[in-house]
């Protein structure tokens, strides 16, 4: 028996297709546990081991990914973290690669914002198509958000910086703490309802998963998604991402860049009005040029062909016209004179009077000719008749009726009884006389 081919690899292949399928076959996980003996070498990664009560892992977090933590990870902290299960092939040991961590506190938090982003998306609440276009130049800008915060500060000093005469209505609201997501539903309804302004903006400054919150909840994202004015979210730092941001119509960084994505740039507007000024003017310039020069072309023809020039000629040729139509009209009255003169010899030849009195004799003499054929007719046709009247006496069965002679019919259908077979005892028969009929039943048949 033939013994199969043995693949034979090396450690290095072995590794190397262990760490192709871990990779593959696991994808991304979020995992909690404790950091242990956590390192920091001067590459500026992070290197520690992940436990529980019962097992633990070794962990690495690259330069790229550890400069964007939002806290200081220290042994003994309770972190979440979500990663890529890796090999360390130089040790033949599994690790995870982690691409973003969190205080163990957050993870709840971050879980439920998840839920609820994958919920909003699958209802459509995100689609791009649902979203409306911001004004290009707002009437007026309003601003849901804390009163006292420094958000409002940064928004109102870029608008007077940028363009201080658009006008800002404040619609005051807490935006953390207990309470807040109901007083920014209340807010957003309150703006929706009054529509002063023609964009809205939702806006506080940074803070921790916790602080933004209210932003994350389920009431204020379907409260955005309901308005129908245009609405910038802009919570947070550049890093801060929330509910709102995926459901308002524009999404800003910062409540800065909120308003100088509102707020058209006061210079810049400037210039772009006196450029198109130049232009107006530039081109107001040249019509009127251009029009000048079709004055002066106008004025040359107009000389040329001056009305009194073409005044004369068309008197010239009104007074050759009235000679040819005096010539005309004679002519034409001569020609209808000679016509008149034919058709009134041709009336009198044609006069009606004497065809009517041709017509007059002739209908006399058809009128006694009519006559006489009428009655030759009337005779003939009476003598025909007379000789008719006089066959049918001869024939007709009246006569023999008159000489005592009887017609015996069959009541149900009128035929004639010839034979007393034709009958059966019961029967209804009617018999005809010279004058009258007799209506009569058989009792009895003999052949």
């Not at 804390?146 to 209505?169: E, Q």
Request: proline share 4%; aromatic share 4%; with cysteine.
């Amino acid at each position: 028996m033939t013994q199969p081919a043995r693949t034979i690899l090396t450690v290095s292949r072995l590794n190397q297709e262990a760490r192709e399928l871990l990779e593959s076959g696991l994808g991304r996980l979020w995992v909690e546990g404790e950091i242990s003996n956590l390192a920091r070498p001067a590459s500026g990664h992070l290197y520690f081991t992940l436990k529980d009560a019962r097992a633990q892992v070794s962990c690495a977090l690259f330069r790229n990914r550890a400069l964007r933590l939002r806290f200081t990870p220290e042994n003994g902290t309770q972190v979440l973290i979500r990663g890529q299960v890796s090999l360390y092939e130089a040790r033949g040991n599994y690790q995870l690669i982690v691409d973003q961590m969190e205080e163990a506190g957050d993870g709840a938090l971050r879980r439920a914002f998840e839920e609820l982003k994958t919920k909003l998306f699958n209802e459509g609440l995100f689609d791009e198509t649902g979203k409306q276009p911001l004004p290009d130049l707002p009437h007026c800008i309003g601003v849901i958000t804390s009163p006292s915060g420094a958000a409002i500060r940064d928004v109102l000093t870029v608008l007077k910086r940028r363009f201080p005469g658009i006008p800002v209505v404040i619609y005051p609201t807490r935006v953390q703490g207990e309470g807040a997501a109901d007083e920014i539903v209340a807010a957003l309804r309150t703006a929706d309802r009054r529509a002063d302004c023609d964009v809205l903006l939702l806006t506080r400054g940074g803070g921790s998963l916790e602080d933004l919150w209210p932003f994350n909840e389920e009431k204020v994202a379907r409260a955005v998604a309901a308005c129908t004015l245009p609405l910038i979210s802009a919570v947070g730092h550049e890093v801060d991402v929330v509910i709102t941001d995926f459901v308002a119509d524009a999404r800003a960084a910062t409540p800065s860049a909120a308003a100088e994505l509102l707020s058209p740039d006061r210079d810049e507007l400037t210039t772009r009005l006196s450029q198109l000024a130049a232009r107006l003017r530039q081109r107001v310039t040249q019509q009127l040029q251009r029009q000048h020069e079709r004055l002066d072309w106008l004025a040359r023809r107009l000389q040329q062909r001056h009305p009194g020039r073409n005044l004369d000629q068309q008197v010239q040729r009104l007074d050759e016209l009235e000679q040819r139509l005096n010539r005309t009209m004679q002519q034409q009255l001569a020609q209808r004179r000679a016509q008149l003169q034919t058709a009134s010899a041709r009336l009198r030849q044609h006069h009606p009077g004497r065809l009517l009195e041709g017509m007059a004799a002739r209908n006399r003499d058809l009128a006694q000719r009519l006559k006489y054929c009428i009655n030759i007719q009337l005779s003939r046709h009476r003598e025909k008749l007379a000789i008719l009247a006089r066959t049918l006496e001869t024939v007709s069965p009246l006569a023999t009726l008159q000489r005592g002679y009887s017609i015996t019919l069959a009541d149900r259908d009128g035929s004639v009884i010839t034979e007393s077979s034709q009958v059966s005892p019961g029967d209804t028969l009617q018999t005809r006389l010279a004058k009258g009929r007799i209506f009569s039943t058989v009792t009895d048949t003999e052949s």
